[in-house]
């Protein structure tokens, strides 16, 4: 097998999570159209702004991966055949599939789009992998979440070098196998498998005695009670040498319907730490594990583990709630030299003498907020609290426009 630098690719739910995905370091991203996506809540992009984003994408050198992984019935096949041509016609580099019907259609109706088997698909063995290569030409099989790196290695060893391999490597888990769930559709009636999950896994739960209806007992993980159905986050950051010696050549991170800061905090730091792998090797890598660590700490999250990767996760009563340790507070919107005004979208407040952080595509950077001016005033000010407010700071390094603004989350304890 060949060795190839491996692929950062970020999720994009709109054009803002595409701008920050760009601007700080991804090499592809994924995401939807209004249909036959698995994030029917995420925003998603009709044609038009497909076309606008596959063209902005491809600017920068990024490629755009369109999910079309929702499970069909009859009726469906035929807009999902257009919809690909459609896709194809905005210029994305793939489509993620998940449903072996659609993969053959396309594979005959639109041979042009190469196909990506999702996730969803469930593959964990070779010659379901090889078949589906052979079958529907499909250049790339994102891996079953269930996977351990050894079963991933013995694999990559038995195909062929035109089938690469991609694999999660960090965000929310679902608590059922690759995502094949009905737990949603059970208790909402809105099905998972079409991209409408309302997450009831994420839920707290209390216990019921069979012969004690309506009796509730409260089973306590920690002070806000419990998710017994939750599965942890994930996160692989420290073992991406494992990850490329195993053969993976494209580090999937989840998460359509997530902020922009999200998109750029997680994006950034996974940039860095590929690089440092390439570029200066394995030790400095490592080095640099325990600090970009803390960075990752600093957007939303649950607590993480490791999956499958080394064997079956360790049983647990589940991720309770979301944890992070800075807060997004907010957008510069302009490129400007060291020491002179810069424009500021405000999106959460804070004060004259705070300590910030400007997230940028070199690395995050402290400093304190000196003073702060209404731009459309021009009224020096001690705070401003309504979001929306453009904002003149001066910032003692060069900034620019799409960097962020983050501040201490005051509710961390």
């Excluded at 379901?128 to 050894?150: G, N, P």
């Excluded at 400095?284 to 803390?294: G, I, L, N, Q, T």
């Excluded at 064997?311 to 992070?324: K, M």
Aim: charged share 25%; hydrophobic share 40%; proline share 5%.
């Amino acid at each position: 097998m060949k060795t190839q630098k491996m692929e950062l690719l970020a999720p994009v739910g709109r054009m803002e999570q595409l701008y920050a995905a760009v601007r700080f370091g991804a090499d592809a991203v994924y995401g939807g159209m209004r249909q036959y996506g698995l994030r029917a809540y995420a925003g998603n992009f009709d044609l038009d702004e497909l076309k606008q984003a596959c063209d902005y994408a491809h600017a920068h050198g990024v490629k755009f991966y369109v999910t079309m992984n929702s499970l069909l019935r009859d009726h469906e096949l035929e807009g999902y055949v257009e919809a690909g041509r459609n896709a194809l016609k905005c210029g994305v580099d793939a489509a993620i599939v998940s449903d072996f019907g659609a993969c053959l259609m396309l594979a005959r109706e639109v041979p042009e789009l190469p196909i990506h088997i999702s996730t969803q698909a469930n593959v964990m063995n070779t010659p379901t992998a090889l078949h589906l290569h052979e079958a529907v030409k499909a250049q790339r099989i994102v891996l079953s979440r269930e996977l351990s790196l050894e079963d991933i290695a013995k694999m990559r060893a038995q195909l062929p070098d035109t089938l690469e391999m991609e694999a999660f490597v960090h965000g929310a888990m679902c608590v059922s196998y690759s995502g094949r769930c009905l737990l949603s559709t059970a208790i909402m009636g809105r099905s998972g498998n079409t991209g409408a999950c309302a997450q009831p896994c994420r839920w707290g739960y209390h216990l019921v005695e069979e012969k004690r209806p309506g009796e509730y007992y409260p089973v306590f993980e920690e002070e806000r009670g419990t998710s017994v159905l939750s599965a942890y986050d994930l996160c692989m950051l420290p073992y991406l040498p494992e990850l490329k010696k195993a053969g993976i050549v494209s580090l999937k991170i989840e998460g359509r319907m997530k902020t922009a800061y999200y998109v750029a905090s997680v994006v950034s730091v996974y940039r860095r730490a590929l690089d440092l792998l390439e570029k200066e090797g394995e030790d400095a890598f490592r080095a640099a594990v325990p600090e970009m660590m803390k960075e990752l700490e600093k957007a939303s999250h649950r607590k993480s583990n490791t999956g499958f990767y080394f064997g079956d996760p360790v049983p647990a009563a589940g991720a309770e709630g979301f944890l992070q340790t800075m807060e997004y507070v907010g957008d510069i919107i302009s490129d400007t030299p060291a020491n002179e005004p810069a424009l500021v979208r405000l999106k959460n407040r804070f004060y004259v003498g705070d300590t910030l952080e400007a997230l940028t595509p070199t690395g995050s950077h402290p400093f304190e907020v000196k003073g702060m001016r209404i731009h459309e005033t021009g009224e020096d000010v001690e705070t401003a609290s309504v979001a929306g407010t453009v904002l003149e700071m001066v910032f003692p390094f060069p900034v620019g426009n799409g960097d962020l603004l983050r501040g201490p989350n005051r509710n961390h304890k």
